[in-house]
Nanobody, 124 residues
Framework: QVQLVESGGGLVQAGGSLRLSCAAS????????MGWFRRAPGTEREFVAA????????YNTDSVKGRFTISRGKFKNTVYLQMNSLEVEDTAIYYC?????????????????WGRGTQVTVSS
């Protein structure tokens, strides 16, 4: 059974940093794209970043503006999201997802598996 478990969320002041982790199991994730999405209250789920099997990355440039960095762990079944210079607008539930096709896509409809999310709250 495929499982994605996010961790690392919490409460942080504006300007601070957090590192989110997503541990995946149940598939050979080395061939897949892994992504991060987020959903703020009253909004739709929004693409944040993705990384494919070769290490190529894609970001939602408008929202993260070079503040966030996605990376994969040594054994490829873990993905991280380093978030720096956090803003109140970054407050959301952050979700990890897997795209089995391996494409570097920002479309949430193309991701096959999802974690339950981890809450990130940025205070002013």
């Amino acid at each position: 059974q495929v499982q994605l478990v996010e961790s690392g969320g919490g409460l942080v002041q504006a300007g601070g940093s957090l590192r989110l982790s997503c541990a995946a199991s149940g598939l050979t994730f080395t061939s897949y794209t892994m992504g991060w999405f987020r959903r703020a209250p009253g909004t739709e789920r929004e693409f944040v970043a993705a990384i494919d099997r070769s290490g190529s990355t894609k970001y939602n440039t408008d929202s993260v503006k070079g503040r966030f960095t996605i990376s994969r762990g040594k054994f490829k079944n873990t993905v991280y999201l380093q978030m720096n210079s956090l803003e109140v607008e970054d407050t959301a539930i952050y979700y990890c997802a897997v795209d089995r096709s391996g494409s570097l896509t920002s479309s949430n409809s193309l991701y096959d598996y999802w974690g339950r999310g981890t809450q990130v709250t940025v205070s002013s």
